[in-house]
């Protein structure tokens, strides 16, 4: 998955031997590649290519070519879809145990169940970290979602604990990082990681909206990150507050009035609905209810701005469904044991399989159509299985280079 390794995919692994042995079917073939899925490819491969030198894995029993584009001299490596990055172990011997890592299945049990050493299953897995997170699942840079959610949850490294600042977009993890605290600063350099991804992919990239909690840090750190963006607060984090501190038969009445201010479709309207709501309260309800509904009265100026940019999300739910699959993982590892570094690679990889693992039987059965979140967020994907899928696109480690 590294960033001089071109991922090609093959139909199986008998055309690629006929096509290793005999360069000129092989430069074929690739120029038809070049031709279906550009973006698997150098930039200035389509000016013309050679092949560079060829090398043989004795663990695999298959060769490997390197190519040189002669437009810049650089030298890439040539991958099959089929075998796991530096040749390792070949894909279909480990995608279903690696697909039990979706549900925290330990290394161990994994070597124990399909051999091998529990080690290699740690290592294979940690490397679906490794590439462009934002690259690899958004595939046309048309589509980079502008309308983000973010929200941060804590874990623990060898200790110590830690935060974990989670971008999502288009029902799928865009960015996620680690960090050592949940201030300002650090949370800036944890969401600027999917920002400089985005800009790898789009020079001009500039997210629309992000919906956040009513944390200050992270609003401020976008707020740095894109001086411009809309920040909207997540009126769902209010509402659950309200509704925790409310009880009885006005409780119905109460969340009916909150849940009608998210609904406004107008800044107008919204502060309209926010000043009823604080002056129905009190008539109602005192004491932490009341002084609750009051500070969101006041803090108005955080909610308004949804009605400015109608397609922004007004709740965190994207991102907060995503955050508990993460947080299940983490619970199943007992969270991270090492170091940093292992840890962000370790998120990183959940947040890559999430994106690329196939949706649970029941939402296939009320959906056939739906595949993945990469299929839905791209309207396709590059093989049927998803292990395949995700190393095919991880190709230049989901850059374009």
């Known amino acids: ?77 040539l991958r099959p879809a089929f075998v796991m990055p530096s040749m390792i172990a070949r894909t279909e011997e480990v995608e279903k145990g690696l697909s039990l890592r979706q549900w925290g299945a330990p290394c161990d049990a994994l070597a124990s169940v399909f051999g091998r050493d529990a080690l290699l299953w740690y290592r294979a897995w940690l490397a679906c970290g490794r590439p462009s997170l934002l690259g690899t699942t958004v595939k046309d840079p048309q589509q980079v979602p502008t309308d983000l959610v973010a929200d941060e949850q804590g874990t623990w490294v060898a200790g110590p604990e830690v935060d974990v600042p989670t971008t999502v977009g288009g029902g799928c993890f865009l960015g996620v990082s680690v960090v050592a605290a949940a201030d300002t600063a650090a949370l800036e350099t944890g969401y600027g990681a999917c920002a400089r991804e985005a800009q790898a992919l789009v020079p001009d990239s500039h997210p629309r909206a992000v919906c956040t909690d009513g944390w200050h840090a992270t609003r401020e750190a976008w707020r740095r990150l894109f001086p411009t963006i809309t920040l909207v607060r997540c009126f769902l984090h209010a509402v659950l507050k309200i509704m925790d501190r409310c009880r009885g038969e006005v409780r119905h009445h109460m969340l009916e009035r909150t849940w009608r201010v998210s609904q406004a479709t107008t800044k107008r309207q919204c502060v309209q609905r926010l000043r009823r709501l604080a002056e129905w309260t009190p008539m109602h309800r005192s004491g932490a209810v009341a002084a609750m509904v009051l500070q969101r009265w006041r803090r108005r100026a955080d909610f308004t701005p949804a009605s400015d940019c109608p397609p922004a999300h007004r709740t965190s739910h994207a991102v907060d469904r995503l955050l508990n699959y993460q947080d299940r993982l983490l619970d199943a590892m007992r969270y991270c044991h090492a170091t940093t570094a292992s840890a962000r690679l370790a998120v990183r990889a959940m947040a890559l399989q999430g994106n690329f693992h196939p949706y649970g039987a029941r939402l296939r059965r009320d959906q056939p159509s739906r595949v993945s979140p990469f299929d839905d967020l791209n309207g396709w994907q590059y093989h049927p299985n998803w292990l395949h899928n995700l190393l095919i696109a991880s190709s230049l480690g989901g850059l374009k280079l």
């Open 1 to 77: 998955m590294g960033t001089k390794h071109s991922c090609v995919p093959f139909p199986s692994e008998a055309p690629y031997r006929v096509y290793v042995d005999d360069p000129a079917p092989y430069q074929q073939y690739l120029t038809q590649m070049l031709r279906q899925h550009p973006e698997l490819f150098p930039t200035d491969m389509d000016h013309g290519s050679t092949f560079h030198d060829a090398s043989m894995s004795i663990t695999q029993d298959l060769i490997g070519r390197r190519i040189t584009v002669q437009a810049t001299g650089a030298v890439f490596a």
